[in-house]
């Protein structure tokens, strides 16, 4: 018991020194540290970079930053789509890394704190027809944003003020050999690694990618396994703002001028499914994508069927009340559906994104545990939101 007891301290004390050490460093987008559409494993990393350091990543929008305000139609979409081979092939996005996290081992879990984010001077939605939810959109269009970045805002219409609430679409780190062939998805090997050592980033995995989850802003954090020596984080699909479920394919994508991610080695959470294969259908939570913020835990449930999405997120989250707050699997069953909110975070990838919101303040009293971060308490805030901000009038058009 003291060997335990004096190993837990000193991974413990090793975390609070890697946060007290870190360093800051920026990655800039360039040909060479963006890709389009693939997380590939023999891509030379853009930086290494030690537990505790932060780095601030440029990002494009989609289509390589090809995408110009007021000028770019749905045609020269479509052609950039059939020239690089997109959704067959690769994703649309373009993607920065990836980020060598040193220390960073297949089993181990990489906290990544998101920090700030800078954002660019306007952004788009692309209605993709028959893409959606409904089909009969036939006709594409594009609709530009103007951003307001002094009060956060842009004009939908005249008189329809929104909040700008940026997040990346994707944080990924580098996938699992085996994906998907060895994971409870359901979807087609070829859709989701064409090429070996090449995985196309539109199907969300264990890995993260393109979750598309609102809620990864800035005072969040996503918990990622680690499935490759040095984690190897990408970012991209960057987002001002998104609702739940996507509908009409987009967000309002856009790009940053920097996304701030910090990035912790966590040695004593453990992704048991990354080497058991039996820990992959909801039996240990950690082998999925996690995200926290200051008023709840987030998990999260991946697959073709949305009602089988929904059953892996309900199981991670009975797991992850099992080994957090030492319930029960019949009692965090029960809790779960008393205070779990389930939303469908991503309604229209291939893979569908179910998440279950699970509050901290139900164990408040009880004395648990309020966080899963290296702090001892959940160490960072959200952007205050003034719902009184104003519009400028919007200059942006749209293009059919």
């Not at 856009?254 to 990354?274: H, M, N, P, W």
């Not at 319930?327 to 008393?338: F, I």
């Not at 971060?373 to 104003?390: G, H, I, N, Q, Y």
């Amino acid at each position: 018991m003291k060997q335990i007891i004096s190993t837990v301290s000193l991974i413990t004390a090793a975390l609070f020194a890697s946060l007290a050490m870190g360093n800051t460093y920026k990655v800039p987008a360039t040909e060479k540290t963006t890709t389009l559409g693939l997380f590939t494993l023999n891509k030379t990393p853009v930086i290494k970079v030690r537990s505790g350091d932060t780095v601030s990543m440029e990002t494009w929008n989609s289509c390589l930053h090809e995408m110009v305000y007021n000028k770019t139609t749905p045609a020269e979409v479509a052609q950039f789509y059939v020239k690089h081979d997109i959704q067959k092939r690769r994703g649309m996005h373009s993607l920065t890394g990836p980020v060598y996290v040193d220390g960073a081992e297949p089993g181990d879990v990489l906290e990544i704190r998101i920090l700030d984010i800078q954002l660019n001077d306007f952004g788009y939605n692309f209605l993709s027809p028959t893409q959606g939810i409904l089909s009969e959109f036939t006709k594409p269009r594009i609709k530009y944003f103007k951003f307001d970045k002094k009060n956060n805002t842009t004009e939908f219409t005249q008189g329809v003020c929104l909040q700008l609430k940026p997040f990346p679409g994707v944080i990924a780190v580098a996938p699992p050999n085996d994906w998907p062939e060895g994971w409870p998805v359901n979807i087609e090997a070829s859709a989701a690694q064409p090429v070996r050592g090449e995985f196309n980033s539109v199907p969300p995995g264990p890995f993260g990618g393109n979750l598309d989850e609102p809620e990864l802003q800035v005072g969040s954090i996503l918990f990622l396994p680690v499935f490759q020596k040095g984690a190897l984080v990408w970012t991209g699909d960057s987002h001002a703002m998104q609702s739940n479920g996507e509908i009409d394919v987009t967000a309002l994508e856009t790009s940053y001028k920097g996304i701030a991610l910090q990035f912790i080695v966590r040695k004593d959470l453990k992704a048991e499914g990354v080497f058991d294969k039996t820990k992959r259908k909801g039996g240990d939570a950690f082998t999925w994508p996690i995200t926290e913020n200051s008023t709840h835990w987030i998990i999260t449930g991946l697959n073709v069927d949305l009602f089988e999405a929904m059953k892996l997120a309900s199981r991670n989250a009975v797991d992850f009340l099992v080994r957090t707050q030492g319930l029960s699997r019949e009692e965090s069953y029960q809790l779960l559906s008393m205070v779990g909110d389930f939303e469908i975070a991503e309604a229209v990838n291939v893979i569908k994104h179910v998440t279950v919101h699970i509050p901290k303040e139900v164990f408040k009293r009880a004395g648990k545990k309020s966080t899963l971060c290296a702090s001892e308490t959940f160490p960072l805030k959200a952007p205050r939101m003034d719902a009184d901000s104003v519009c400028v009038p919007q200059e942006g058009l749209t293009i059919q």
